[in-house]
């Protein structure tokens, strides 16, 4: 059975990603602190009800293992990025048409990076850990995702590798300060790293990734990410270029997206997954279809041809930061009720 901690869980444990679908009212209570009619107590108030609506959701849907639902966060990745010292901002240089990762502001450094106040990843997990008793995943944007809207300027000369050491250094001292607050299961978001700039060897990548989880005294997992903003992908979707390169991760568990590309490339596991834990993206968070508990037990058998039961973990391609409350909620059932078609019959039920 799959184990969490030296904690046995159930046969096929299903999670999210990472991130939950905001509430509507939350997204309004941030207009109205841009437009002065709110305050910010207010919003406090909003961010720790709708933590307590995703964890709420994600129990009664019957999760195995939980999150806050990066409720604090906007988009996953603008709240980390912003609160990085040594960075000025460069206006987005296209504000008009269709909303994407163009119309976001970048960033541009002035002198060596810090963090001065952390990314606030303590209170995340302190916010949900009083609200559940089931284990939870605490998600954390590796150094190549902060990396994505920075440019390297004063302090690095133009030059990336030393910008992305220091956010792994970063990344690192945040998560150390996490699993000392009580986390046991940290994941790291990054993307796959395939025809994106900067364009670093692969090798790079896995130590890149090590340096970020040096020392931590828990469960790591590495989730390659293709982006979700508004439901489009970022970089090319392909994971074979990764392989075996990104097997110097030190990552007990990987998990990648399936279900929205088809299955495709699930059986690059049977090549490579060797004693790995893998997380499979069985629920497509990209698309407005709404999967029968059929549709995913048909998802989750197909991947059971490359990997044995007690290494595998159920999850969403990616995260709901994008998708409607309503719809995130009937998905989130609907794999954890997938899990227990195909759970059973595993079990001869």
Not at 53 to 62: N, P
Not at 243 to 251: R, S, Y
Request: net charge negative; glycine share 10%.
């Amino acid at each position: 059975m799959p184990l969490l901690n030296g904690t046995e869980l159930d046969l096929l444990p299903t999670m999210g990603v990472g991130s939950y679908a905001s509430p509507g009212w939350l997204t309004a209570m941030r207009r109205a602190l841009r437009a002065g009619t709110a305050g910010p107590a207010d919003l406090e108030e909003a961010i720790l009800d709708a933590v307590r609506v995703a964890v709420c959701d994600q129990e009664d849907a019957g999760l195995d293992i939980l999150s806050d639902g990066e409720i604090r966060r906007q988009r996953f990745l603008w709240n980390v990025v912003e609160k990085l010292s040594g960075l000025s901002v460069v206006p987005a240089q296209r504000k008009l048409g269709v909303m994407s990762y163009d119309s976001a502001p970048r960033f541009e450094t002035v002198e060596r990076v810090g963090a001065p106040e952390g990314f606030g990843l303590v209170q995340e997990y302190t916010d949900v850990r009083k609200l559940t008793r089931k284990p939870i995943k605490v998600c954390c944007p590796g150094p190549l995702t902060i990396v994505m809207p920075i440019t390297p300027k004063g302090g690095y000369d133009g030059d990336y590798l030393p910008l992305l050491y220091d956010l792994a250094e970063l990344v690192n001292r945040e998560l150390k300060q996490v699993v000392a607050a009580g986390a046991t299961f940290i994941q790291i978001d990054e993307p796959p790293a395939v025809g994106r700039t900067p364009v670093l060897p692969v090798e790079e990548t896995g130590a890149l990734f090590n340096k970020a989880v040096e020392g931590l005294e828990a469960k790591i997992a590495l989730h390659i990410c293709f982006g979700n903003n508004q439901g489009r992908p970022a970089m090319k979707r392909t994971y074979r270029p990764l392989f075996p390169g990104i097997l110097e991760a030190k990552a007990e568990q990987i998990a990648l997206e399936f279900s929205n590309r088809e299955m495709s490339e699930v059986e690059l596991w049977s090549e490579f997954g060797g004693e790995r834990e893998l997380a499979a993206g069985v629920i497509d968070v990209k698309s407005m279809y709404l999967e029968t508990p059929e549709d995913v037990a048909e998802r989750i058998r197909t991947v059971l041809q490359h990997v044995d039961p007690d290494k595998l973990y159920l999850t969403c391609d990616c995260g709901f930061s994008a998708s409607s409350r309503g719809l995130a909620r009937a998905k989130l059932h609907a794999l954890v009720a997938g899990a227990r078609i195909v759970r059973q019959e595993l079990q001869g039920g």
